[in-house]
Nanobody, 124 residues
Framework: QVQLVESGGGLVQAGDSLRLSCAAS????????VGWFRQAPGKERKFVAA????????NYPDSVRGRFTISRDNAKNTAYLQMNSLKPEDTAVYYC?????????????????WGQGTQVTVSS
């Protein structure tokens, strides 16, 4: 099993930046692809970014491409989500997730392990 703990969320203004971290423990993190998802109140969980096990293949939806960057440091068992030019519509709980089978997948059901989430609030 892999345990994931997110951190770095907070309240920022539109145009600001935040970096989220996802600390992994348990089995070798380097064997897992990692993804970030977000969920606003009353809405379904949505894909934000994903990175394969080596860090060489990333995937983003159009809504964040060019503003968000996913990365990982396997030596530190940590993944990151750098978020720039934040908008009020980016407000949500952000979740880190991991799986071994599907690469940089955008599909929620692909992921076996999830963190508890961290709140990001962007004021206008």
């Amino acid at each position: 099993q892999v345990q994931l703990v997110e951190s770095g969320g907070g309240l920022v203004q539109a145009g600001d930046s935040l970096r989220l971290s996802c600390a992994a423990s348990g089995r070798a993190f380097s064997n897992y692809a990692v993804g970030w998802f977000r969920q606003a109140p009353g809405k379904e969980r949505k894909f934000v970014a994903a990175l394969n096990w080596s860090g060489r293949s990333a995937n983003y939806p159009d809504s964040v491409r060019g503003r968000f960057t996913i990365s990982r440091d396997n030596a530190k068992n940590t993944a990151y989500l750098q978020m720039n030019s934040l908008k009020p519509e980016d407000t949500a709980v952000y979740y880190c997730a991991a799986h071994r089978a599907f690469g940089a997948s955008s599909v929620v059901a692909s992921y076996d392990y999830w963190g508890q989430g961290t709140q990001v609030t962007v004021s206008s």
